[in-house]
């Protein structure tokens, strides 16, 4: 609070002082019990990781588990139906290989609509802010029916050739390379620079900020994709991970230890990384508005 | 001519060049690609005239006709007045899916702004431990969500039930009883409510706590000198200068509840009785379960035009944009 010089301002806070302290203290208080039931879940999992089969099933549950074991985990590891760095393999290689394809092209894209005059610009741009407005459920089924025909199904190749371009990207990059100085590429024109060298050498490393931003988000949104990895991938061996993890769930029912082991071998070791570069992603939603 | 101005403009003809052949390698790829995702558009526009299987061998063009037959409208028509199964599921879908949505909405508002606002208010150090912490299962994968839910939601040995047994009170089967209802909606879409909410109210929080944040302290502080109540200071200062972020999360949340899929088909795959079925769960097994993908698609696109509704809304109501 602003007190200032108003000889009225110290007796004002202090009759304000105690209300507020008050105040806080409640806030403190449901904050944290809102914490604990933000954190509870994850603690159980955790626990229940550590308990063996039968501890789980038990009635009423015990909350530390009796004899903590890490048998759930040394099951997994040497279940060879489980081979999980190669699903962990997979979800990288769908997870890189998409962001990076929409990374470039969203900067290129947006470079050329916010630094390039050219004729059926507008109406271009037009078609993109369109194509953001539709939902992926309106495209999922021919998508399908396309990737049937390409023999595509059980492939991960069919959960990238769909993503190269992502039009939220190219709108997030337009705004950011509108803000770039025109002397910027008018000087690297003047040293001789190609319009290719320009954007590889100067533009790309002006948008490192938002692109890593941009990055993240499809990061997390590719790492975490469910629906359409699971209607692509059908063979075992190629899904990413979310699929296996239900596909284990549900060949491993009453074994209640084990499924949370596999949870948190398959969603902690994520959730660790994004939760280190949670900064970035809260900005990313801030601005855009995007999920 | 100065042979040097003559050699300016020629490098300016050479620029203007260089640039359109730029804009060319960009724009014709960028082309190729996007009349894929025009196919692909006019694809699931036609599919939803039809009664397409992709069991049948159809006709020559994508399948479409011969014994993939066009049937017009009657897609829609049976949605709207058939007695047939599937045309009573997809009103159970549209029905549970509107509960779904206005269920989530008032509950994750009543949660995100008075937490968002206390978040605001309290020590800088605390604030960004606490708003960590909040945010975390926005980050969890919603299969790992689920399977942590569905086992505190186990009924013997769950969570949730041994605390309702320490009070004294009846287990409650949370996910597979058909005739266990609150307030004339299913326990079991309560279930799958609140494990959704718990995935997704760290989202909306953030988007309050940055709003707030962008309200200027002295507009606060004038109103509580002034001898404003906190209460007073926030129904009549801050939320009316948060009204645009209100009505964007509303939006948001709506949108991305109409389109609910993974946390319900992992916890009930619609279950009990038909109790949780949402419409992205319902097109998804007529579409890859049972072949049927005309019939899908036609649902899709009903659940498109709610989805542009909503986000039509939107535009409409967040164009007057406030300024302080």
């Known amino acids: ?291 | 001519m100065n042979p040097v101005r003559k050699q300016e403009k020629r490098s300016r003809g050479g620029l203007a060049i260089t640039k359109g052949r730029f804009v060319l390698s960009v724009t014709i790829p960028l082309l190729l690609y996007e009349s894929l995702g025009i196919f692909v558009l006019g694809w699931a526009f036609l599919l939803m005239f039809f009664d397409y299987s992709s069991g049948r061998l159809g006709g020559p063009i994508l399948g479409l006709g011969g014994t993939n037959p066009f049937v017009g409208l009657d897609n829609f028509i049976e949605m709207v007045r058939g007695t047939s199964v599937e045309a009573g599921l997809f009103r159970t879908s549209l029905k549970n899916t509107l509960i779904f949505a206005f269920a989530v909405l008032p509950l994750n508002l009543a949660i995100t702004l008075p937490m968002a606002y206390m978040l605001e208010s309290i020590g800088e150090r605390f604030k960004a431990l606490y708003r960590t912490i909040y945010f975390l299962p926005v980050l969890t994968s919603s299969v790992g969500v689920a399977l942590i839910w569905m086992s505190m939601y186990d009924p013997q040995a769950g969570w949730i039930n041994a605390i309702i047994r320490m009070f004294g009170g009846q287990p409650v089967v949370w996910l597979s009883d058909p005739n266990a209802g609150f307030a004339g909606v299913s326990v079991a879409m309560w279930a799958v409510i609140v494990a959704y909410l718990w995935q997704d109210y760290g989202y909306n929080m953030v988007i309050f706590i940055a709003a707030l944040q962008a309200i200027p302290q002295e507009l606060k502080d004038s109103a509580l000198i002034d001898g404003a109540t906190p209460w007073k200071a926030f129904t009549k200062i801050t939320l009316p200068l948060i009204r645009p972020t209100m009505l964007f999360v509303c939006v948001m949340t709506m949108l991305s509840s109409f389109q609910v899929f993974d946390i319900i088909q992992v916890m009930t795959n619609g279950d009990p009785g038909n109790q949780t079925q949402v419409l992205m769960l319902d097109i998804y097994k007529n579409a890859f379960r049972y072949q049927r993908l005309g019939w899908a698609a036609a649902e899709s696109f009903i659940l498109f035009l709610i989805v542009m509704g909503v986000t039509l809304f939107q535009m409409r109501v967040l164009r007057t944009d406030w300024e302080y």
């Open chain 1, 1 to 291: 609070m602003s007190t200032g010089t108003l000889p009225l301002a110290p007796a004002r806070t202090s009759k304000a002082h105690r209300p507020e302290f008050l105040r806080h203290i409640a806030f403190y208080i449901f904050l944290t019990l809102g914490l604990s039931f933000t954190l509870l879940p994850f603690i159980m999992m955790i626990l229940g990781s550590l308990k063996t089969n039968v501890e789980v099933l038990r009635v009423p549950p015990t909350f530390l588990p009796e004899n903590p074991t890490l048998n759930n985990y040394l099951t997994i590891f040497n279940d060879p139906k489980l081979p999980l760095l190669r699903f962990y393999a997979n979800s990288a290689f769908v997870a890189i290989f998409n962001v990076t394809t929409t990374l470039f092209t969203s900067a290129l894209v947006g470079y050329m609509f916010a630094k390039f005059e050219f004729p059926g610009k507008r109406a271009l741009f037009g078609w993109f802010l369109t194509l953001m407005m539709i939902p992926s459920h309106i495209t999922m089924i021919p998508s399908f029916l396309i990737l049937a025909k390409l023999h595509l199904i059980n492939s991960l190749w069919g959960l990238v050739i769909f993503s190269a371009v992502d039009a939220f990207g190219i709108f997030m990059m337009r705004q950011f390379c509108e803000t770039l100085p025109n002397e910027l590429i008018d000087a690297a024109r003047i040293d001789g620079a190609s319009e290719w060298q320009i954007f590889l050498r100067v533009i790309l490393p002006q948008l490192s900020a938002p692109l890593a931003t941009l990055g993240i988000l499809g990061f997390m949104g590719n790492w975490n994709a469910y629906l359409w990895p699971m209607i692509v991938l059908q063979k075992i061996e190629v899904r990413t991970l979310p699929i296996i993890l239900t596909w284990y769930n549900s060949t491993h029912t009453g074994q209640g230890g084990l499924i949370m082991a596999a949870t948190v071998l398959i969603v902690l070791p994520i959730l660790l990384v994004l939760a280190y570069f949670q900064r970035w992603i809260v900005k990313g939603f801030v601005t855009s508005g995007f999920k």
